[in-house]
């Protein structure tokens, strides 16, 4: 009987990591990926780093980054993990 506790309770704390731990972090792995996959010119966009800009190119892996504004904009080449999140709203 006491083998047969210790079993359940092995598999209910691998149950608990597994809805507490690991599902979760899954399912933020897929929004990322789906969020990059659906990126398009135009769209402005947080760098990791906290920079704000807009989508000015796209090309497999990289994006060109217009940043500032008036005559103090500038454009920047990022990787395309680089991007935390994209501000704009997609109906």
């Given at each position: 009987m006491n083998n047969i506790g210790m079993i359940v309770y092995i598999v209910l704390l691998v149950a608990v990591f597994y809805f507490m731990l690991i599902r979760p972090q899954k399912k933020q792995?897929?929004?990322m990926k789906a969020m990059l996959d659906n990126l398009a010119v135009g769209d402005k966009i947080v760098t990791v780093g906290g920079i704000h800009g807009k989508i000015l190119k796209m090309k497999d892996d990289?994006?060109?980054?217009?940043?500032?504004?008036g005559e103090a904009k500038s454009t920047l080449t990022l990787s395309r993990n680089s991007i935390a999140s994209c501000?704009?709203?997609?109906e």
């Open positions: 792995q897929k929004a990289t994006v060109v980054l217009e940043t500032g504004s501000l704009t709203v997609k």
